[in-house]
Nanobody, 112 residues
Framework: QVRLVESGGGLVQAGGSLTLTCEAS????????MAWHRQAPGKQREVVAG???????NYADSVKGRFTITRDNARNTVYLQMNDLTPEDTGVYYC??????WGQGTQVTVSS
């Protein structure tokens, strides 16, 4: 099992960008799917983006074309580049290693 630590959240104006980073305490190369989820206030946690070991990616419809997930297995790190942010993107963003671990989350707040 790996420990995941997210960073990069913060406060940004609508239309701005942020890059989230998820650093794992061990190797992620054998983990099939790494993903980012988010939880908005008063809402259920939802998947935002996922990336497989073969670098196949998928995205929630609400973020397609704006968010990009990447993984660097050599650095045991997963990234989420978020562009053109809207207030609806506000929430706590969690890194997830399939069937294994969750990070503690990082807050993203987008002001209008």
């Amino acid at each position: 099992q790996v420990r995941l630590v997210e960073s990069g959240g913060g406060l940004v104006q609508a239309g701005g960008s942020l890059t989230l980073t998820c650093e794992a305490s061990g190797s992620i190369s054998e983990i099939n799917v790494m993903a980012w989820h988010r939880q908005a206030p008063g809402k259920q946690r939802e998947v935002v983006a996922g990336i497989s070991r073969t670098m196949n990616t998928n995205y929630a419809d609400s973020v397609k074309g704006r968010f990009t997930i990447t993984r660097d297995n050599a650095r045991n790190t997963v990234y989420l580049q978020m562009n053109d942010l809207t207030p609806e993107d506000t929430g706590v963003y969690y890194c997830y290693a399939e069937f294994m671990s969750w990070g503690q989350g990082t807050q993203v707040t987008v002001s209008s």
